[in-house]
C-alpha cells in the first residue's frame, strides 16, 4: 500500500479547487491598490475570496482581515489585551493570555467572564468541541472551520481565528473575522491594505486559493462528507478498542471533530508510535504540528488531569474526505502489530 496520510489536523492536502484558483490567480498582473483597470482586477480577486470566506464562515456581517495565518491572526487580535483563557489553547493563542481557566476531565474549559476570554471551538489533539458563550472576546476556530457548521454572525463572538491550510488551501494565508466596527491597532503599518488593519501587498495567489477552498468546504457539509469520516473514526477506535488493553480515546462520548481520535496508551511514548507508523507507511502525529517538531508530554492532556507519562505517551490520528475505509482498516493492523511488539519487550 501507498503511504497513508492520517494527520489532516496538522495541515490538509491542497484543494483541487484552490489549486486551479491559485495558478488562474497568477496570471492576474495588477496591484491590488492600483487604480487601473489590471489593479481594479486583482482587487476584485481578493474581494471575491473575502465574500467567499465570510459565506463559508457564516460572517456575512463582520470584517474578514486577509493575513498570513492563524499565528499572525492571534497576534493582531491578542496584542495589548489583557485576556484570560485555558491551558488546551494553541500555542498561538496560549503566548499572549493569561492561561488560567478551568478545565475539566472532560476537555471542556469553564467561562465566567466571556468579555475578557478567549476560548477555542475545537481543539486540535483531542477533537473536543467546546460550547462558546455569548460575548465571548475570540474563539480560535482554526479546527472546526470547514469540518462543522460555524455561524459567527450568531454567535456572539467577537473574534475569530481561521487558516487556509486546515481546510485544504495553501499554506501561509489565514483571516481574522472580527465585529464590524471594533477597533484593532495594526501590526504592520505602511500602505493600510486590509482596512488598515495589516499593511502591505496582499498575497493574491494564497488568497484565491483560501476563497476557493472555503468554497468547497462549504459544499462538503451542505453534502454531510464529514458524516462519513466520522464512521471511519468510529470504525478506528472500534477495530483498535477490541484488539488492544488500556488504550485511552480521549474525548470519546464527547462531542468531538467528526475525524479526530487521540490516543493514549500508557507506557508507550507517543514519539516512539509516530516514529514506528512512519516507517510502516502512515503519517499521524503526537500532537500539535506548531512547535518546531518538538514531542512533549501534552499540555492539553496535562490540563485535563492526566500525568506526565500518559500525556506523552498519546498520539493524534485525524483523518479527511479522501481517507478510506481500507487505509484505516490498515493503519489499525499496523499499530496493533506495533503495540504487541511494544507489549513484548516490555514484559
Keep these: 500500500m501507498d503511504r497513508v496520510y492520517l494527520d489532516h489536523n496538522a495541515t490538509m492536502p491542497l484543494r483541487t479547487e484552490a489549486r486551479d484558483a491559485m495558478v488562474a490567480a497568477m496570471d492576474v498582473i495588477g496591484n491590488p491598490s492600483s487604480v487601473h483597470a489590471e489593479g481594479r482586477a486583482a482587487k476584485g480577486l481578493i474581494e471575491r ?3 467567499q470566506v465570510a459565506e463559508a464562515m457564516g460572517a456575512q456581517g463582520a470584517d ?36 488560567t481557566l478551568p478545565v475539566t476531565a472532560d476537555g ?21 468541541v467546546q460550547d462558546l458563550p455569548e460575548g465571548l472576546a ?26 487556509a491550510h486546515k481546510i485544504g488551501g495553501p499554506k501561509g494565508i489565514g483571516a481574522l473575522v472580527l465585529r464590524r466596527g471594533l477597533d484593532l491597532t495594526a501590526q504592520i503599518r505602511g500602505g493600510g491594505q486590509e482596512m488598515g488593519r495589516r499593511s502591505g501587498t496582499e498575497n493574491i495567489i494564497g488568497i484565491a486559493g483560501f476563497g476557493a477552498a472555503a468554497a468547497a468546504v462549504t459544499q462538503d457539509l451542505e453534502n454531510h462528507v464529514w458524516s462519513g469520516v466520522e464512521k471511519l473514526r468510529n470504525i478506528l477506535e472500534k477495530a483498535l478498542e477490541h484488539r488492544t488493553k488500556g488504550t485511552i480515546f480521549v474525548g470519546k462520548g464527547r462531542n468531538r471533530l467528526p475525524n479526530t481520535t487521540c490516543i493514549v496508551t500508557p507506557g508507550w511514548k507517543g514519539e516512539t508510535q509516530v516514529m514506528q507508523m512512519d516507517l510502516a507507511g502512515f503519517a499521524v502525529s503526537a500532537g500539535s504540528a506548531c512547535s518546531s517538531g518538538k514531542v512533549k508530554a501534552s499540555a492539553v492532556l496535562l490540563a485535563m488531569g492526566f500525568d506526565a507519562a500518559d500525556a506523552a505517551s498519546a498520539i493524534r490520528v485525524s483523518l479527511g474526505p479522501q481517507t478510506t475505509e481500507a487505509q484505516v482498516m490498515a493503519f489499525a ?9 511494544h507489549r513484548a519487550r516490555a514484559a
Design 333 to 341: 493492523d499496523a499499530w496493533v502489530a506495533a503495540w504487541e511488539r
Design 64 to 99: 474578514v482581515v486577509f493575513v498570513s495565518g492563524a499565528t499572525e491572526a492571534a497576534a493582531l487580535a491578542l496584542s495589548g489585551r489583557q485576556l484570560r483563557g485555558a491551558a488546551v489553547e494553541h500555542d498561538a493563542v496560549a503566548t499572549w493570555i493569561d492561561g
Design 49 to 51: 475570496a473575502r465574500a
Design 108 to 128: 471542556l474549559v469553564r467561562v465566567d467572564d466571556p468579555a475578557g476570554s478567549v476560548l477555542q471551538l475545537a481543539n486540535s489533539e483531542t477533537g473536543i
Design 138 to 163: 475570540l474563539s480560535d476556530m482554526t479546527q472546526a472551520f470547514g469540518k462543522v457548521p460555524v455561524a459567527f454572525d450568531w454567535s456572539g463572538v467577537q473574534m475569530a481565528l481561521i487558516s
